[in-house]
């Protein structure tokens, strides 16, 4: 079975200062008014909040979507995006990256952490909810590019020295819903 990546389809900051040494180069854009309000934290993802991993998965998401509203996938441009992301993670992301400029993103994918573990004391696994589709929208008419689909998927985040970065985001392909993931909207 070949695995299907995903662009992860969001930040305390003081959580996403934990994972990145540095800010994002990419000014946010100006968001139109939302169409349906910014949900705070689910009982399910309130508890992984502290998390410094999770930190670390929720400020690539935010960096993400700032690369892809700048409308850029050159690593030099995008040093924010770049220090969330180990070196075999950037391979991965900003190909994918890439793939999906030209669209909006109104915030960062919507996710929810299902579970965590340790396998050591330098990695996390996270499970996920991601609304995988159905969240940017066109440039123009501001609507969704696709309808609204949920997945599940797995993320390994790992320690490098201090920090906390991306390795490798993977669909995993089971079902999630709505009520599973944080929203957040620029």
Known sequence: MSRTRVLVPALVLAVALTACSRTSDVAPPVA?????????????????DGDAAVGAFRAYLREQALAVNAGTADPAQLPGFTATLTAAGQQWALALLADNLGDRMPGPYPSGVLGST??????????????????????????PVNAAHFATASAVVVRVGER?????????????SASDVTVERF
């Open 32 to 48: 139109a008014a939302p169409t349906t309000p910014s949900v705070g934290p689910t009982a399910a993802t309130a508890e992984f």
């Open 164 to 176: 906390w970065l991306v390795d490798d985001v993977v669909s995993d392909g089971g079902q999630c």
């Open 118 to 143: 340790r396998p050591s004391a330098d990695r996390v696994d996270l499970s996920l909810c991601l609304q995988d589709r159905g969240w940017q929208v066109n440039r123009t008419t501001g609507r």
